[in-house]
């Protein structure tokens, strides 16, 4: 085995076992959670067998988001999200996330790199995790893999996995399909920014990474994500401590209009591709 085969397997490894802490599901009643996390074998066989045949793969990531943000927000974000999405589905249930993602060079650092705490692992890894998950899937029973991400830089993985594993089924006459939907990021970033400015908020304090937009969504989360001291005490929040954007004004109330985009654009999105197979 090469060198760059033993690496990918430990980061495959990695990546599958160490979930963050902040991204464990809140507990439910015994075997009626949409997080695959909190079900048994023989649940999960069940709920497929009476149904429950889509399963969403949310990705995260672990990267700095300024001083006021914790490293995790991506992952908790589209965990929360994913959960709600599924729930309005009624038919899907919510794999791990995937908190380990490509996040540029590591040596020379390049990007959020320079920050401590971002995590990169090189893009065939990640594809490679991305497909051993929907393949693994498929062999359970689930008959629509879908693949939302909460970070913009790796949404053309998401689609050249769903692309690779759809040709190949479709020649196996397979059913199951994998589903890149890129609404989920678009919503987040097109929609919510749309509804910022009418609440008044300048481009300029939008962002484009951990300024207002990206805040406020952490915030309307779980407000524990953000250091809302950092806000308003006088602290740097420019380029050189990671933020693009001024999220001085960022609020939950602001957030939450966000989340309900993202979570109603995926869910017609799913519905939509879907349908077309």
Request: charge should be neutral.
């Amino acid at each position: 085995m090469s060198a760059v085969s033993r690496w990918l397997l430990a980061a495959l490894a990695c990546i599958a076992l160490c979930q963050p802490a902040l991204c464990q599901p809140a507990s439910t009643a015994p075997g009626k959670s949409v997080f695959l996390e909190q079900l048994t074998w023989s649940e999960l066989r069940d709920a497929i067998g009476a149904g429950k045949t889509t399963v969403i793969v949310p990705v995260g990531g672990t990267e700095q988001s300024g001083p006021q943000i914790v490293l995790g927000k991506h992952n908790v974000r589209v965990h929360v999200l994913a959960g709600r999405i599924a729930a309005s589905l009624g038919n899907a249930l919510v794999a791990p996330v995937i908190a380990y993602v490509p996040e540029g060079s590591i040596d020379p650092p390049t990007g959020h790199m320079r920050f401590a705490g971002t995590i990169s692992i090189p893009e065939a890894a990640f594809e490679a995790t991305l497909e051993g998950a929907a393949r693994s899937f498929r062999r359970h029973g689930f008959r629509d893999i879908v693949l939302i991400g909460d970070h913009g830089g790796y949404q053309k993985s998401l689609a050249k996995v769903a692309d690779k594993l759809d040709r190949e089924w479709a020649r196996q006459g397979s059913p199951a399909r994998v589903h890149a939907v890129e609404e989920y990021y678009r919503a987040s970033e097109r929609e919510f920014a749309a509804a910022l400015r009418k609440l008044g908020f300048s481009d300029a304090e939008i962002g484009v990474h951990a300024g207002a937009a990206d805040t406020s969504l952490a915030l309307a989360v779980d407000e524990q994500l953000v250091r809302s001291a950092r806000l308003h005490d006088g602290s740097p929040l420019g380029a050189a401590e990671g933020v693009q954007g001024d999220p001085r004004r960022a609020s939950a109330a602001a957030g939450k209009a966000g989340l309900d985009a993202i979570v109603a654009r995926t869910r017609e999105a799913i519905e939509r591709d879907i349908a077309r197979h």
